[in-house]
């Protein structure tokens, strides 16, 4: 499915993976500034934007079936070992590729990637993922789609922001949300833990948000915490989305990683 990437430029590969809700549009203002020597690859991930339909909701959902997906659309580097860079659960998707093909990967660079599965189940974190898993369960039962929409949308973005956006996003967001369900379930149920991301043979780069939420943060600091090679670096001002909403700062960072 062609339509379902965005290439740019020459060079070494890049390839670019979108939080859930999105699609790979959302990298768009990185490939126009993309530094030179780089030819990326903006995915559209399982159910959102041009790629394959959200699957049958009644199977169990794994990344591995994320990762052939990747397999089918991008293939990996022969010659020259890639970066890959992701958002939220892009960035989960992309460290398990990474992890599951190693050879071909030079370093990866992620945004607060959603590896809940990393967590102490007795930790804050996982609590609040509870609690948020649990209202979006309640919301689909009682009022559907776009009530479950509003509380994963103002999780991460806080209270209100769903009703704020313009109603063609709103429809747009409420359209793909039954692959959300999905996301939580692949990265609940990881097949690595903590102890191959400090084997990891490539680098790993890490950003956040100063204002996200504790589970992203507890993510980052048990992935940071399990081997001193992994560097991490904080926009205060930002959170969550902070690719989307601390654009220029963000963006002119990840320029930065690249080469």
Known sequence: MAKAQLTSGQGKP???????LSSKLQWIPLLKRLP???QATALDLIGYGDAESIPN???PFHLDREL???DRQ???????KAVLVGHSYGGAVALAWALKNPSCVERVVLYEPVLFGLLDKQSEGWKEIESITNTLNVALKNK???EATRAFVDYWSGAGTFDKLPPHLRSEFIKVMPKVPMDFEGIEHLSFGVDAVASAPFKIHLMKGGLSRKSAHEVIAVMAGSSPDIEVCSFEKAGHMGPLTHQADVMGTLCTLLI
Do not use: F, M, T, Y
């Open 57 to 59: 909701a009644e199977v």
């Open 74 to 80: 991008w293939q990996c580097p022969e010659k020259e």
């Open 144 to 146: 559907g789609w776009e």
């Open 68 to 70: 052939e997906w990747i």
């Open 36 to 38: 030179q020597g780089l």
């Open 14 to 20: 890049l390839l670019l993976l979108h939080s859930s």
